[in-house]
């Protein structure tokens, strides 16, 4: 007989069946997606684009009491819809030149500059394109030597601020001087008459009861609010003013595109000497006086920072439109142009103001209103 053992059977390990997970209630699905549907819906209000919807909507209310204010100062006048419609068209025209102008500043803030020229590039442009050497070429030859010198001195600003390295302000500053001096010299200190049927009638006609000029503020404010808001230049832009070392890290030429930017500045007042000019039906060096001023305050009560990073073209229109507003009103209650000049300071140093407080404690409260929606 043997002593040894038997080895004992290895017992087959059970498989592990995979962990089910809870039975889901039908309920709780569905009512989880309602707050996923609901937290897309509100997405648009409640992100960082609903800050720019939001700004825009206060910009109409402060419209809509303008208007309240005239219909109460001139209930005779606003009684009469003729009146009314025409006097809307009025103020479309009259924002129309300082719009467009005011389209390419609101980039230059965007991306962290500031324009102080474009006043100066304005009337430069206007003499430039009413010379008789210029105006022998037909209006073609007006409004190409218009846009040419409008870029053409928008390069030279962008060149002196990225690759000279001066500050924007002074840059553009000594600009000023410069190309109003230039305007004056060309012109010899006169008014000169623009000889084109072409040009002077941009401001006379009108297309379905609307002026020119308003089709063309309205066409300069499409393409400004696409190359913002659907191109790689407009989200460049916002990335170069917001902060240009993060910008440059990412890949992109900041030199270049600050450089762009003041060439497209440059453009609409190109656009907008020719818009004058024929308004005016005649240039000279003391045209579009004060414009930059008008241009930047009407891009900070959009919502344009100074310091750049954040702005819409839509918020500039408003508040081109809004200043407008306040011109008009001021002209029908025979009201002083000093004491426009007083009400429209005052209302740059409270957007300002506004502005200063929105960039210390908005973000936070944004950022507490999404925590909620999360949750």
Sequence with gaps: MSDATPTPTATPERAQLPAQSPPVDPAETAAAGDRTASRGRL???RGENGDGVKRNLGLIGVLAALILVGAITKPDLYDDPTWVWNNILAILQLASVVGVVTVGMTFVIIG???DLSVGAIVALAGVWCTTVATQSYGAGGMIFAAIVVGICVGLVNGVLISYGRLVPFIATLAMLVAARGLAASIS???TQVSSSTFINDIAARKV???PILVYILGAVVVAGWILLNRTTFGRRTIAVGGNPEAA????INVRRHTMLLYALSGLCCGIAAIMLTSQATSAQAAMANLYELDAIAAAIIGGTLLSGGRGTVVGSLLGVIIF?????LFAINGLSIEAQNMVKGGIIVVAVLV?????????RLLARNRLTTTT
Excluded: D, P
């Design 112 to 114: 962290g500059g500031i």
């Design 355 to 363: 502005q200063q407080f929105q960039f210390k404690s908005f973000t």
């Design 248 to 251: 440059r890290l990412a890949g």
């Design 43 to 45: 997405s648009w209000w």
């Design 188 to 190: 010899n200190k006169q």
């Design 208 to 210: 379905i009861g609307i």
């Design 324 to 328: 407008a507003t306040i011109t008009n």
